[in-house]
């Protein structure tokens, strides 16, 4: 009896340390990383004129991200990305730069399966810069404005520490009523379509 009580409670304690080694691998990954920064490219269709005449082709876009999840669903994030492309106009190009403050909210498709695909959507505040690019564009200034945006994509987890995502993000920045020469003033807008991955820590 004194043996199988010893024996007993060497096994149950060996279950203990198992269940506390698995509960702490557990929070260290998944969702419990509360912070996590990332990357992404794509395109950018810009929305808007560069003079009266000639509108902005397609260009590219690029940036970052830094976030904190506040809960499993709802993330607090600061970007900064940057789209350029040109026009038809030889030598003469656009460049807009942005940062933005963002919340954003995860839905999870299956909620009990760490690797569950999500939905995601988010809206956010900033400032951005419209810049005109080679030597057509020596005579007009850059312009700064309020930035509105706001984004909606799919994103899915690979492992414990690295989503992937695809999103589509709509850029508005409201520029001033003055006009520069050359340009026709209108607000630097935009929709694009990116591709990325975050790693959470």
Do not use: W
Not at 43 to 66: E, H, K, S, Y
Not at 128 to 147: C, E, K, M, P, R
Not at 161 to 185: A, C, H, K, P, Y
């Amino acid at each position: 009896c004194d043996t199988f009580q010893v024996n007993f409670s060497e096994e149950g304690e060996k279950v203990a340390q198992t269940r506390r080694t698995r509960t702490r691998r557990t929070r260290r990954g998944g969702v419990d990383n509360k912070f996590y920064a990332g990357g992404n490219l794509g395109l950018f269709v810009p929305f808007f004129d560069i003079t009266d005449d000639d509108g902005a082709d397609v260009g590219f876009t690029f940036g970052g991200l830094f976030g904190y999840r506040v809960t499993k669903n709802i993330s607090a994030e600061i970007e900064l990305y940057d789209s350029l492309g040109g026009t038809e106009v030889d030598d003469f190009g656009y460049n807009i730069f942005g940062a933005s403050a963002n919340g954003v909210y995860r839905y999870y498709l299956n909620p009990n399966n760490a690797k569950s695909l999500y939905i995601f959507g988010g809206g956010g505040l900033g400032v951005g810069v419209l810049n005109f690019t080679g030597d057509a564009a020596d005579d007009i200034d850059s312009q700064t404005g309020f930035l509105l945006q706001g984004k909606l994509g799919v994103g899915y987890p690979i492992s414990d520490r690295i989503d992937l995502f695809g999103q589509s993000r709509l850029t508005n920045v409201f520029l001033s009523e003055d006009e520069d020469e050359g340009f026709s003033g209108e607000d630097a807008n935009g929709i694009s379509f990116d591709v990325g991955a975050t790693f959470k820590f």
